[in-house]
């Protein structure tokens, strides 16, 4: 597709449950950038991948939150035992590159409802 | 590391006003600078963008912000509104060569009564 493709759009889970997030880059992009927004906290940045690799990790909130991509293509961002705290909107973005100077397309975002 | 503040958390004016969106910044070293606007139900997109340069820059549908290094700050702007610019607004920063992490500042809701 043309931008940046969040799955799902919405997802509700009971507190203790794992989650996935499902991220598809633009073609071609090889920065991905994971954020998330909460009521209250604004936008958060969580993690970076350049090509496969995620150089820093420091971002992510807990050991409980993961990322994953491959293929310099789609990326998932795993939380495990979620937490209420975790219900926030999950938005990833893409860039041509890492390049301080390149814009930040964003999806739509996976809102995540915790019980 | 960066830090944004955005003064303004909700902001109410009517079509045909003039608008003026705080936005300073925290940083010892030089910075790129972004606005992101999120309309209702959409994601976020790029309005305008800082490099370098004319520190007045223009963006997309009649908007412009004026970079102020002295006091790290850089305001949006928009003469007239009308009630399509209603939508969230986002001032961000990233550290210039030091790679694209943003960061955000808390965002202005705008709301433009018709």
């Known amino acids: 597709g043309a931008g940046v493709s969040q799955s799902p759009s919405n997802k509700v889970t009971e507190k203790g449950k794992d989650v996935e997030l499902r991220c598809d880059p633009i073609s071609g992009h090889t920065a991905l950038y994971w954020y998330r927004q909460s009521l209250g906290q604004g936008l958060e940045f969580l993690i970076y991948?350049?090509?496969?690799?995620?150089?820093?990790k420091s971002g992510l909130p807990s050991d409980r939150f993961s990322a994953e991509r491959t293929g310099g293509s789609v990326s998932t961002l795993t939380i495990q035992r979620t937490q209420q705290e975790d219900s926030a909107v999950y938005l990833c973005a893409s860039s041509l590159d890492f390049g301080s100077n390149q814009p930040q397309h964003f999806g739509d975002g996976t809102r995540l409802s915790i019980l | 590391a960066q830090s944004v503040s955005q003064h303004n958390h909700h902001v109410i004016l009517s079509e045909a006003a003039s608008l003026e969106l705080g936005c300073n910044y925290s940083y010892g070293g030089t910075v790129n600078l972004f606005w992101y606007v999120q309309y209702p139900g959409q994601h976020l997109q790029l309005l305008l963008k800082?490099?370098?340069?004319?520190?007045l820059v223009k963006g997309i549908k009649g908007f412009e912000a004026e970079f102020i290094k002295s006091k790290f700050s850089f305001n949006l702007r928009k003469p007239s509104v009308q009630w399509s610019d209603t939508a969230e607004y986002f001032c961000a920063v990233n550290a210039k060569n030091a790679g694209n992490m943003l960061t955000f500042g808390g965002g202005t809701r705008l709301m433009v009564k018709p």
């Open positions: 800082y490099f370098s340069g004319d520190p």
């Open positions: 991948f350049q090509g496969n690799s995620a150089p820093d």
